[in-house]
């Protein structure tokens, strides 16, 4: 080999590894500012990417939390009874340490899911209610033996605590003493003192024998503990009238806890053991293995171990993480679509950025290219320039992420926004000096090549179609995937993918209309507006368009959305309060007398009232065994709806028609439709008495602050006036629905109990600052303005990225005589027509994706609803009109006041 030779081959392999990466520093400096605007989006794609998952894992897990606090059912009770063979009546002077074993024995045999999220136990022996006379008439006793590690138990005022019993002879027949001590207003009801006998009769007739040991009062009565034996501190009044009984509770002693097995009979007796829920333990990730842990310790609930007769193991643990389960995976979707759409405009942003970076480039690319320069050179050397970028951005962004929500990066996300950043300039590039036909029959005819590229692009868009209907219909169908990933992350990008098939058919459309426009124009007197339609004719392609109708959609999308939540919301506070406050206490306190004190009250400006019996037995209906019987006056009840934006059931005046009807009569209800399908012959039990019903219409559905978080019954309409008629015995009132701008004011001056008011504001503030809904606007409210920037940014970089075939265009037009301001009027009047068109079509396909999303979305379940809520558009969002429009008028002129020396123009056409 000559020296030449060596030399040639030396050269050819610098060209081809170092061709394209001549001057690139140079470059990277000449040209700043489109890399600075790379480098700011990406950095705001990398914050969100990283701290946007976070943040939904964040508030994932404080909902569970909420949710869960806020359910009093969703411990763990363990019922278990004592053997019942037992045929030697021998005193067991250890149960109360066997309950503190069971406790512990409980507490270690849980699964690891349920052993990691209940609290230590506390533990009960308690009889079943037993009957006793007092000086204020008969009552309801219950014995209980109360314990928990810690329990702060009692000071005896007077007395002591309860001892052993010396015992009787139960083979004679004789009852077994028990010792109990009573609280101060117990003893007080009752006129016990320390050492009076008092005689409680057991449901099987048995008698049963308590002495009074001593009067205690409570170190702590605040204690939940106290609160499972009602009427163990203070008497409890239940019903009223003829039905009105008091519960009474008595305190056991470990010393005294063994008699009362002896003195009743062992099915009188049990064992419960509660674990309550430790909220601040659970986490979303954790719901699907507690609640499978909870189904099998309920199948199989001898896995505990305990010995004597099967436990009942009772909890709505698993119910509770199922409802909030799907409520937080619902929300998840919808924060995934809003957070994927914000993506992909950064990265459609991103592309038209290196778009322009390689247009600004082209001539430097084609000539490196021309002197040998492989397409790998060139490529490597984009791709070094866009890795020194995403390594400095996306490692800020990094940064900026984990100080605004602390946590692991989250790669899932991150990576494909980097990926696709550093790809995209160097394909571009490669894309731009190849240049060269692959084929012999495109070098003979030159149109081949151009014909064959527009059928690879024509084919592109319409697999593109394709793709942006398939996963619109699937998505409409299917609902939005729980778990984006995979294929299901396609239903994700959905709404995105609609916003990018509309903007290629926008793109189509404006080429069409700019060839009907230049000859239109053409035969106007005036050159300006022919010369804008050639201009904008020329300046081809569909990315710049495709990127703003992707970024208004986006927008007007997530608009819609935040509406929808807002309105939705308000209209969910009165289906879920029904009334601007309403009252629910229990049938011990009617509620006739506040009616009547709130009628006609400042700013009230309608009352009604009603009783609410849940689980009434009903028969002569098939496959329907209980029901919640609502008991309104119907009149009120009207006038009240008519108040608010409830509508009225149909057939309510027919309940009232009733009122005045003959005992015996069938009582006219409006009722769910297995009561009303024709074959049903219904009857109520009302009080003892078999009440036979007629349904007049359908009922409408119980608000969920009176129907609770359980599983809801069949509901029941009736007026109230008519089933005291009909059943007889007066109908109490328990729930009072007020309406009007100061309702809830005139309810707080009442005194009624606060724990039983429900006001629609309180309802609807919690609702906007419950952890689900809150962080769904949060997003909103922050992809709303990224985006807004983003279409901005798009009208820029487009202005930007045909720069220099206008700026030719520009200085011919002034060499050929026109002024600054005829060519100002030409360079808008090539802008305006493609933002104006994209940015309408973007909005339109926004509302219209919000519109056909919004079943797939299922937004009631963040907004409280009992059904479906109306999409509400925003009309202000045509303001995005005149706004982009100016920007692009603003970014157009700002071109033209850039001058060209004489020497430039004149070589424009030698070029």
Not at 462 to 481: C, D, E, H, I
Not at 805 to 834: I, S
């Amino acid at each position: 080999m000559t020296p030449v030779e060596v030399s040639r081959g030396r050269r050819a392999r610098r060209i081809w590894t170092g061709g394209g990466l001549a001057g690139l520093g140079r470059r990277a400096a000449q040209d700043a500012w489109p890399l600075a605007v790379l480098a700011v989006v990406l950095l705001l794609a990398v914050v969100l990417a990283d701290a946007a998952p976070r943040e939904l894992r964040r508030v994932a897990d404080h909902a569970v939390q909420v949710a869960v606090a806020a359910e009093p059912s969703a411990g763990m009770t363990v019922t278990a009874p004592f053997d019942q063979h037992v045929v030697e009546a021998v005193r067991d002077p250890g149960t109360a340490d066997q309950l503190t074993e069971d406790a512990g024995h409980i507490r270690g045999a849980l699964p690891t899911p349920l052993a990691n999220v209940l609290g230590p136990p506390s533990a009960e022996i308690s009889t079943t209610e037993l009957t006793e006379a007092t000086p204020a008439g008969p009552a309801l006793l219950r014995l209980a033996y109360l314990w928990r590690d810690g329990f702060g138990g009692v000071d005896w005022v007077e007395g002591r605590a309860p001892g052993a019993s010396t015992g009787g002879d139960i083979a004679q027949g004789q009852p077994w003493p028990v010792e109990v001590g009573l609280s101060a207003p117990v003893a007080a009801l009752t006129g016990a003192h320390p050492g009076d006998r008092l005689t409680a009769s057991a449901p099987d007739g048995l008698s049963v024998q308590l002495t009074v040991s001593g009067v205690f009062q409570p170190r702590d009565p605040g204690d939940a503990l106290w609160t499972r034996i009602p009427g163990i501190l203070q008497p409890s009044v239940r019903g009223a009238g003829a039905g009105r009984t008091v519960a009474l509770g008595a305190l056991l002693s470990a010393h005294s806890v063994p008699d009362v097995r002896l003195a009743l009979d062992p099915q009188a007796v049990s064992r419960v053991i509660e674990l309550p829920v430790r909220p601040q333990a659970l986490r979303f990730a954790d719901l699907g293995a507690v609640a499978r842990a909870v189904s099998a310790l309920q199948a199989a609930p001898t896995d505990l171990g305990l010995a004597g007769p099967r436990p009942t193991v009772w909890t709505q643990l698993d119910q509770v993480a199922r409802r909030v389960q799907a409520r937080v995976l619902a929300a998840g979707a919808q924060a995934s679509v809003l957070l994927v759409g914000v993506l992909a405009a950064s990265i459609g942003v991103l592309a038209l950025g290196s778009w322009l970076l390689v247009r600004r480039r082209a001539a430097v690319l084609r000539r490196q290219r021309a002197r040998g320069a492989s397409l790998g050179s060139t490529a490597l050397g984009l791709a070094l320039e866009q890795a020194a970028l995403c390594v400095l951005a996306g490692s800020t962004g990094l940064v900026v992420g984990r100080l605004l929500v602390p946590g692991p990066p989250s790669w899932a996300w991150v990576l494909p926004v980097l990926v696709l950043a550093l790809a995209a300039a160097p394909v571009l590039g490669v894309l731009t000096v190849r240049g060269r036909p692959s084929r012999r029959a495109e070098i003979e005819d030159p149109g081949l090549r151009e014909r064959s590229r527009r059928i690879r692009v024509l084919a592109a868009q319409t697999a593109l179609l394709v793709v942006a209907v398939a996963a619109l219909v699937t998505l409409r169908r299917r609902g939005l995937p729980v778990d984006p990933t995979g294929a299901d992350l396609l239903l994700v990008l959905g709404p995105a993918l609609g916003a990018v098939a509309a903007g290629v058919v926008g793109a189509r459309v404006l080429v069409a209309l700019h060839a009907v426009a230049v000859p239109v124009t053409a035969r106007l007197r005036r050159a300006g507006p022919m010369l804008a339609s050639a201009g904008g004719a020329a300046a081809g392609g569909a990315a710049p368009f495709v990127a703003l109708t992707l970024c208004t959609a986006l927008t007007a999308f997530g608009m819609v959305v935040g509406a929808t939540v807002t309105a939705g919301e308000v209209e969910g506070s009165w289906d879920s309060v029904g009334a601007d406050v309403l009252v629910h206490t229990d049938a011990d306190h009617p509620l006739d007398a506040l009616a009547a004190q709130l009628d006609g009250a400042a700013g009230v400006r309608a009352v009604a009232v009603g009783r609410l019996e849940q689980n009434v037995q009903v028969f002569g209906v098939a496959g329907t065994e209980w029901v919640d019987v609502l008991a309104v006056d119907s009149q009120a009840y009207s006038r009240l709806l008519a108040a608010t934006p409830l509508p009225e059931p149909q057939a309510m005046a027919a309940l009232a028609d009733a009122t005045g009807g003959p005992t015996g009569r069938a009582l006219p209800v409006l009722a769910a439709a297995p009561l009303r399908d024709g074959h049903s012959n219904p009857s109520l039990l009302w009080n003892g008495q078999t009440v036979p019903l007629r349904a007049v219409g359908p009922a409408p559905a119980l608000s969920s602050v009176l129907a609770g978080a359980g599983p809801r019954a069949s509901l029941v309409v009736v007026d109230r006036a008519a089933l005291s008629t009909v059943a007889g015995g007066q109908v109490d009132a328990d729930v009072l629905w007020a309406v009007g701008p100061g309702a809830e004011a005139a309810v707080a001056r009442s005194g009624v109990d606060a724990a039983a008011v429900t006001g629609r504001g309180a309802w609807l503030d919690e609702r906007r600052h419950e952890p689900l809904t809150a962080g769904l606007l949060l997003l909103l409210r922050v992809a709303v303005p990224v985006l807004l920037g983003l279409a901005a940014l798009v009208v820029v970089l487009a202005t930007a990225t045909d720069a220099p075939r206008r700026d030719q265009t520009l200085a011919v037009l002034r060499v050929l005589g026109l002024d600054t301001r005829q060519v100002r009027r030409v360079a808008v009047g090539e802008a305006l027509p493609w933002t104006l068109l994209a940015t309408a079509a973007g909005l339109a396909t926004g509302t219209a994706l919000g519109a056909f999303c919004l079943g797939p979305l299922d937004l009631r379940l963040v907004t409280g609803q009992s059904a479906a809520p109306v999409l509400v558009a925003q009309a202000w969002v045509l303001v995005l009109l005149p706004v982009l429009a100016g920007v692009a008028g603003v970014a157009s002129a700002v071109q033209v006041g850039r001058r060209r020396a004489l020497g430039q123009v004149m070589r424009i056409g030698v070029a």
